[in-house]
């Protein structure tokens, strides 16, 4: 079991609805040892892949992308998130829905921060549905450039965005994946490692 599994069955909490408060150290307060050694942890499993640039996304994605990027010794550019923006000519802009919010939103980022020379790692605090991930690698896209690899902290595997992700074909690395959880007990089940 890596640190994150533990500090998540230490101070994670399982909420209604299948969502897992993890705010104590991960989206809210932040425990930067904790991001320190999950950044560690992505620099292994991509060691080799010739990483240029991170992509995250604002707002939780970014204190854990910039931690990590100082293992990489890269930048990070965040996508920004607006309601419906009429940008086009500089921004790269993708419509992303959020089953959580149940509303449409737009992911952009300016063109002069991407382009078809660089190759991106991915990174975010949790994937559920992949909508805000589809987004991120659509702009990636649209930008000419390259995914090299995604990196996940909390993948929720009852979810269908893990798999999509992983069919497309893209490396998708996941330092905690939660099978099964239960808000009556408490109960958080993890993927073994492969
Ligand atoms: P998707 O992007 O994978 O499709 O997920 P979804 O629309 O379901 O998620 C919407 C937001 O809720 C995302 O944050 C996502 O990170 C977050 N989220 C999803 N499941 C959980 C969970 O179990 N626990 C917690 N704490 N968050 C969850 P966001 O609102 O887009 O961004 P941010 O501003 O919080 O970064
Ligand atoms: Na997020
Ligand atoms: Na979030």
Known sequence: MNCLEERILKDGIVKEGNVLKVDSFLNHQMDI?????????????????????????????????????????????????????????????????????????????????LN????????????????????????????GATVEGIGIAVEKGFQAGGRIIRNLGFQLESLAIVDDMDSKTGMIKFREEQ
């Open 33 to 113: 040892d904790l991001f320190n050694e999950m950044g560690k942890e992505w620099k292994k499993r991509f060691e080799g892949a010739n990483i240029n640039k991170i992509l995250t996304i604002e707002a939780s994605g970014i204190g854990i992308a910039c931690i990590a990027a100082q293992h990489f010794g890269v930048p990070v550019v965040f996508a920004k998130k607006s309601k419906s923006v009429n940008l086009e000519g500089e921004m790269y802009v993708a419509e992303v829905e959020s089953f959580t919010h149940k509303c449409k939103n737009q992911v952009i980022v300016a063109k002069k921060f």
């Open 116 to 143: 078809e020379n660089d190759r991106v790692l991915i990174i975010d605090d949790f994937l559920a549905n992949g909508c805000a991930l589809q987004g991120l690698i659509q702009i990636v896209k649209s930008a």
